[in-house]
Nanobody, 124 residues
Framework: QVQLVESGGGLVQPGNSLTLSCAAS????????MAWFRQAPGKEREFVSN????????YYADSVKDRFTISKDSAKYTIHLQMNSLKPQDTAVYFC?????????????????WGQGTQVTVSS
């Protein structure tokens, strides 16, 4: 069993930055893909970004491209999401997810494990 624990959420003013982290524990993996999704009140969960654990390949949703950066620390089984130039529409609960077969997918249903989520609120 894998546990994913997110951290780093909070309240931030528009235009500012925030970094989220997600630590995985319970087993090791090599061919996995880790991702960030978010869900705003009344909306469906949406893809934000993902990273190939072995390849380091990254992919971003158009809404966050050029503002957010995903990275990984392989030794610590941790990923980070650096979020710059935050906007009110970035307000959501951000979830970390893990896909163990290596499928580089943006579909939530393809991910095997999920964290509990961390709230990000962008407001003045």
């Amino acid at each position: 069993q894998v546990q994913l624990v997110e951290s780093g959420g909070g309240l931030v003013q528009p235009g500012n930055s925030l970094t989220l982290s997600c630590a995985a524990s319970g087993r090791t993996f090599t061919r996995a893909v880790m991702a960030w999704f978010r869900q705003a009140p009344g909306k469906e969960r949406e893809f934000v970004s993902n990273i190939g654990w072995k390849s380091g390949r990254t992919y971003y949703a158009d809404s966050v491209k050029d503002r957010f950066t995903i990275s990984k620390d392989s030794a610590k089984y941790t990923i980070h999401l650096q979020m710059n130039s935050l906007k009110p529409q970035d307000t959501a609960v951000y979830f970390c997810a893990l896909e163990l077969s290596g499928a580089f997918t943006t579909q939530p249903s393809q991910y095997d494990y999920w964290g509990q989520g961390t709230q990000v609120t962008v407001s003045s």
